[in-house]
């Protein structure tokens, strides 16, 4: 079997770029990479995204989700060359649940008080949705404490929303039942409780790994993440 593709899928309030210090840590190891845009519009409508951007690679596809991406990827991974799953800080959900389900059964993470919502059309005659945003003054404090300030303000200023009605959307399938799974806990996490992320994780199956960083692990803790991911194209190559 030829190596496994990684394809790399973005939550909320960042876009692929977040991975700008974990792709080179694949690469040069020779694992071919792959980080596209995600809508952020809605499980469904992402996950539905997703796997065409996986049926259309040439060879296995090992599927890696930070954060929202992790509950995208639980639901594209049912493609039948994704051969393993890997969440970064990420929501592993069960068939039929939804974000807002998993996150209820948790104490809120400090991330709760400091979202902020804007109306935006949805190109049905007078229709309007809503994306949430983190309040860029909180941005670096509970995103991204443990990336440098600098850098932070500039992903602060560049989110990439989240169309709220996705956090009720449940999960049509749950890839996990059928692909080896292995995940990172951020224990200094303030936008998921690291107790959602282990939850998941230990429901799933997964290898677990627990990182001390904070939400964007794969921009502070890049080597670590790497070795994770690395893990898991061995394990399925």
């Not at 071919?32 to 596809?61: E, H, K, T």
């Not at 954060?67 to 051969?83: F, K, P, Q, R």
């Amino acid at each position: 079997m030829s190596t496994p593709t990684v394809v790399l899928v973005h939550g909320a309030f960042a876009d692929a770029s977040g991975f700008a210090r974990l792709i080179p840590e694949l690469r040069a190891d020779g694992v071919p990479v792959l980080a596209p845009a995600v809508p952020n519009r809605g499980l469904s409508g992402d996950a539905a995204y997703i796997a065409s951007v996986v049926r259309q690679i040439d060879g296995p596809v090992v599927l890696v989700g930070r954060s929202y991406g992790g509950a995208v990827i639980t639901v594209a991974g049912v493609e039948d060359n994704v051969t393993a799953l890997v969440y970064l800080a990420g929501y592993a959900l069960e068939e039929g649940e939804s974000l807002g389900e998993l996150q209820g059964r948790f104490p809120d993470p400090p991330l709760a008080s400091a979202l902020v919502r804007r109306e935006y059309p949805t190109g049905v005659p007078g229709g309007t949705g809503t994306d949430v945003y983190v309040d860029p003054d909180r941005f670096h404090a509970v995103f991204a404490a443990d990336v440098d300030a600098e850098l932070a303000e500039v992903l602060a200023v560049t989110q990439r929303p989240l169309a709220a009605a996705a956090f009720a959307e449940p999960a049509t399938a749950a890839a996990w039942r059928t692909r080896p799974s292995w995940g990172t806990v951020s224990t200094a996490d303030q936008t998921i409780n690291p107790d959602v992320e282990r939850f998941g994780y230990q429901r799933a199956g997964a290898t677990t790994v627990e990182i001390d960083a904070s939400h964007l692990v794969m921009l502070s803790r890049p080597k670590e993440v790497a070795a994770v991911i690395r893990d898991a194209v061995r394990a399925t190559a």
